[in-house]
Nanobody, 114 residues
């Protein structure tokens, strides 16, 4: 069974930082795309950032210059460093790992107070 185990979410003041981690268990994703998606209440799940096995990165326009995605393939883990957080970043963040299907973490809540 594949599990994506997320950590690092929580409550932070505007302008603060958080670092999300996602460790994949049960499958090797070292050659696969991994990423982070955000979803607010009643809204679709939108791409925040994704990274290929070779380090090619795509960010949502709203997070460019503030968030940094990285990965450690030997640990089967992807990270999201989130800086200069704003209340608009208050969503549930889901880790994703892509194979023949997409695997998802259970989500971690990030709440940014003003």
């Amino acid at each position: 069974q594949v599990q994506l185990v997320e950590s690092g979410g929580g409550l932070v003041q505007a302008g603060g930082s958080l670092r999300l981690s996602c460790a994949a268990l049960g499958r090797d994703f070292s050659s696969n795309i991994m990423g982070w998606y955000g979803q607010g209440p009643g809204k679709q799940r939108d791409l925040v950032a994704r990274i290929t096995s070779g380090g090619s990165i795509i960010y949502a326009e709203s997070v460019k210059g503030r968030f940094t995605i990285s990965r450690h393939n030997a640990k089967n883990t992807v990270y999201l460093q989130m800086n200069s957080l704003t209340p608009e970043d208050t969503v549930v963040y889901y880790c994703m790992a892509r194979a023949w299907i997409d695997y998802w973490g259970q989500g971690t809540q990030v709440t940014v107070s003003s």
